[in-house]
């Protein structure tokens, strides 16, 4: 894992922070993840919910950067008590690596084999990916909770997993709806929206 972290800060486009302000939106939105991560809407041992953001940041800035953001994240919740550098492996992995993953994953489809269309980037990698990526965060903490046994499979289904369309709606709308503002009033902050693909000549 931390081989994966280092191998994307070494190949990441640093350069596209230059200039325009871009380091600082990317730092904000680093920040803005710190506020809305201490939000959570559930918690109890082990299991949280709060708005994840990793697919927001993947499709803003690119895999690599949206790593290390999350690391920021991360790390800025161990040094302010609400997180432990134990589990931080475990929280780089299940809300790090995992969502960033699923979330390029979906966009490099979208772009290989979905039309080139401004509706289908919304729904396809902002709304379809954030949701797939949030049900996937959700499966593997739960199933390394469980291997590890932290909880039975009628507990995480009971108190957790019978929960997953809570989870997973709210992450889809909110990533969809950011998205949408975003190419309409600053396209230049989206690194993976390309205008001259999606918006020429339609």
């Known amino acids: 894992m931390m081989v994966v972290t280092a191998l994307a800060l070494r190949g990441a486009p640093w350069s596209s922070l230059r200039g325009a302000g871009r380091l600082h939106v990317f730092l904000g939105t680093c920040v803005a993840l710190m506020l809305l991560w201490s939000i959570r809407a559930w918690r109890v041992p082990g299991l949280e919910y709060h708005f994840l953001g990793a697919t927001l940041v993947t499709l803003m800035f690119g895999w690599r950067l949206a790593l290390l953001a999350l690391v920021l994240v991360l790390t800025a919740h161990v040094l302010n008590g609400t997180s432990d550098w134990q589990t931080f492996p475990m929280n780089l992995l299940t809300m790090g690596l995992v969502p960033i993953a ?13 039309p080139a269309n ?3 980037y919304i729904f396809a ?7 797939l990526a949030m049900l996937t965060v959700i499966f593997t903490g739960s199933g390394l909770l469980w291997i590890g046994g932290a909880y039975a499979s009628e507990q995480l289904y009971r108190d957790y ?8 709606f709210p992450e889809a709308f909110i990533t969809g709806l950011l998205m949408t503002l975003l190419i309409v009033y ?9 205008d001259r693909r999606y918006l020429a000549g339609k």
């Open 125 to 131: 990698c902002a709304f379809f990916g954030a949701g």
């Open 118 to 120: 401004f509706f289908v």
């Open 161 to 168: 997993l019978q929960l997953i369309p809570l989870f997973m």
């Open 102 to 114: 699923v979330s390029h994953f979906i966009w490099r489809l979208a772009e290989t084999h979905l």
């Open 186 to 194: 600053r396209p230049e902050w989206v690194t993976s929206f390309d």
